[in-house]
């Protein structure tokens, strides 16, 4: 009987030991399975960080695209901003690339009929001191900047008659006159948007009441430059048509 009772308690145990060995081994096995896994997710959260990483490095974001029309000042060499009317400022820079013309400020003659060839050297010069220009940029890079042949530098002479020599803009404006100097205007659009233009004893100009007349006249009256300019320092609704800078027309709206 002792013998029977040993001989379980030898079995139980080698059973204990067997069971023991199994388990331990399944732990192991699970611990390495848990730790292989996490080792490659690890490394996977790793490659997909350092492809972000290098991405954005090297990625460079584009820059803008647009053509803009205001006064290009130096901010350092070859880079510069283009500013509107209002005073909003676009930075960008030139390459070999970059088409520069001028017309008097940059290089050239301001009496010629077409721009000149300038150099980047000349431009920085003519851009510290601001000058008018036409810029067309691509990704953050001019493409050309054309001097505009309407800016700062003409005048008027003592009968009215603009000075300078610079081909200025042309067209049919219709909105807000202002005063800027003696024969020197501005027509604003209703988006607020303003155009230079000078004026000269050629100049036509028609009132309904505001410049000169009678606003419950049919027909617009003549009215002289010193009208106009009266009438402008408040400001004035008009039809302006400008020939190269110059208004051929400011009739008053009725």
């Not at 960080?49 to 803008?64: L, M, Q, R």
């Not at 013309?101 to 003659?109: L, N, R, S, W, Y």
Request: charged content about 25%; glycine content about 14%; aromatic content about 4%.
């Amino acid at each position: 009987m002792l013998r029977t009772h040993r001989r379980k308690a030898v079995l139980a145990a080698v059973a204990l030991v067997a069971s023991t060995t199994l388990l331990t081994a399944c732990q192991d096995g699970g611990a390495t399975g848990k730790k292989s896994d996490g080792a490659a997710s690890s490394a996977q959260e790793k490659d997909k960080a350092g492809g972000d990483d290098s991405n954005t490095k090297a990625g460079g974001g584009k820059g803008v695209s647009g053509t803009w029309f205001g006064n290009v000042s130096y901010l350092a060499p070859g880079k510069y901003t283009v500013s509107d009317q209002k005073g909003t400022e676009q930075a960008f820079f030139t390459s070999t690339e970059t088409d520069i013309q001028g017309a008097g400020e940059i290089c050239g003659d301001a009496e010629g009929q077409a721009a000149t060839p300038c150099t980047e050297e000349q431009l920085e010069a003519a851009s510290k001191n601001g000058v008018s220009a036409e810029v067309k940029i691509e990704d953050g890079i001019a493409v050309s900047i054309v001097e505009d042949h309407a800016s700062e530098g003409g005048g008027t002479d003592e009968e009215g008659d603009v000075t300078g020599g610079k081909k200025g803009v042309s067209g049919t404006w219709f909105g807000n006159v202002s005063y800027l100097a003696p024969g020197k205007y501005t027509v604003s659009d209703q988006k607020g948007t303003e155009q230079a233009f000078f004026t000269s004893t050629e100049t036509d100009i028609q009132g309904a009441g505001e410049i000169c007349g009678d606003a419950e006249g049919q027909a617009a009256t003549p009215c002289t430059e010193e009208q106009l300019e009266a009438a402008s320092k408040k400001g004035v609704s008009a039809e302006v048509k400008i020939e190269d800078g110059i208004a051929v027309s400011v009739v008053e709206d009725h």
